[in-house]
Antibody, heavy 124, light 108 residues
């Protein structure tokens, strides 16, 4: 079945970096972009960015520019999100999700499936 | 602007119909997608586009859209529908995607 599976939970100290993986299976990895979304404890979903499976095109929300690097490895059917300069307010569950889109006069996009989430805890 | 506005909370009696709305300028040019999230779980796509449901999502979930407002309607709400619901769309002008703040649905 179509799925994306993420790496496990991480505990990091302030100022450190973390790299999360998102491995896709059940579909051609080259056919769908991958989004990254995070959710702080008790908060809503926050879109972070999206990357083309070839890795040569990406869009990153402004607040993460300079701190987040998104990459892919097509040979592994995997996407990665690396965040540096971690702060306590980066403590959150990080999700990856497969993108699909439909064009036309009124286009639309949807995220499906989602990974199981990776909890990143930043604490001294 | 790159914002989608949702009511923080909505309640509905068991078996009744509830509409959850999402407002934003980006919705004038593209359809929304809707996600259900239960505590401790990853979000799940429930409706997308004009009115499409993934396989496995019950027919009681439907979508509609008018102007800058997208709506998710649950007809004959079940106890298992109690969850947080998020809308999402793309903002062309800013070249990014955005989520609404989420609506917590309580089934009475």
């Amino acid at each position: 079945q179509v799925q994306v599976v993420q790496s496990g939970a991480e505990v990091k100290k302030p100022g450190a970096s973390v790299k999360i993986s998102c491995k896709a299976s059940g579909y051609p990895f080259s056919s769908h972009w991958i989004h990254w979304v995070r959710q702080a404890p008790g908060q809503g979903l926050e879109w972070m960015g999206v990357i083309k499976p070839t890795g040569d095109n990406r869009v990153l929300a402004q607040k993460f520019q300079g701190r987040v690097i998104m990459t892919t490895d097509m040979s592994a059917s995997a996407a990665y999100m690396e965040m540096s300069g971690l702060r306590s307010d980066d403590t959150a569950v990080y999700y990856c999700a497969r993108d699909t889109s439909q064009g036309g006069a009124r286009p639309y996009w949807w995220f499906d499936p989602w990974g199981q989430g990776t909890l990143v805890t930043v604490s001294s | 602007s790159s914002e989608l506005t949702q009511a923080p909370a909505v309640s509905v009696a068991l078996g009744q119909t509830v509409k959850i709305t999402c407002q934003g300028d980006s919705l004038r040019s593209c359809y929304a997608s809707w996600y259900q999230q239960k505590p401790g779980q990853a979000p799940v796509l429930v409706v997308y586009g004009e009115n499409n449901r993934p396989s496995g999502i019950p027919a009681r979930f439907s979508a509609s859209s008018s102007g800058n407002t997208a709506s998710l309607t649950i007809t004959g709400t079940q106890a298992e529908d109690e969850a947080d619901y998020y809308c999402n769309s793309r903002d062309f002008s800013a070249n990014l995607w955005v989520f609404g703040g989420g609506t917590k649905l309580t089934v009475l």
